[in-house]
Nanobody, 119 residues
Framework: QVQLVESGGGLVQPGGSLRLSCAAS????????MGWYRQAPGKQRELVAV???????NYADSVKGRFTISRDNAKNTVYLQMNSLKPEDTAVYYC?????????????WGQGTQVTVSS
């Protein structure tokens, strides 16, 4: 059974930093693209950052230069380092795992972790 467990959310002041972690189990982590999405109240879920199985990254324009996604295949974990946080970054952040290839298509979601940026 695949599990994605996020951690590291919380309350932080504007300008502060947080690091989110997503630990995966029950899957062949290294072949998946891993992503972070977020959903603010009353808004649609949006992609924040993604890292491919090969290590290529892509970011939403709103977080470029502030957020960094990385992965540790030995630990089956993906991270999101968030710096210079703004109130508009407040949302529930979800970890996503996506694979499409010779084994078919697979997608999994974590349960989410709340990030609140407020003074």
């Amino acid at each position: 059974q695949v599990q994605l467990v996020e951690s590291g959310g919380g309350l932080v002041q504007p300008g502060g930093s947080l690091r989110l972690s997503c630990a995966a189990s029950g899957m062949r982590f290294s072949i998946y693209a891993m992503g972070w999405y977020r959903q603010a109240p009353g808004k649609q879920r949006e992609l924040v950052a993604v890292i491919t199985s090969g290590g290529s990254t892509n970011y939403a324009d709103s977080v470029k230069g502030r957020f960094t996604i990385s992965r540790d295949n030995a630990k089956n974990t993906v991270y999101l380092q968030m710096n210079s946080l703004k109130p508009e970054d407040t949302a529930v952040y979800y970890c996503n795992a996506y694979y499409s290839g010779s084994y078919g298509t697979r997608e999994h979601w974590g349960q989410g972790t709340q990030v609140t940026v407020s003074s």
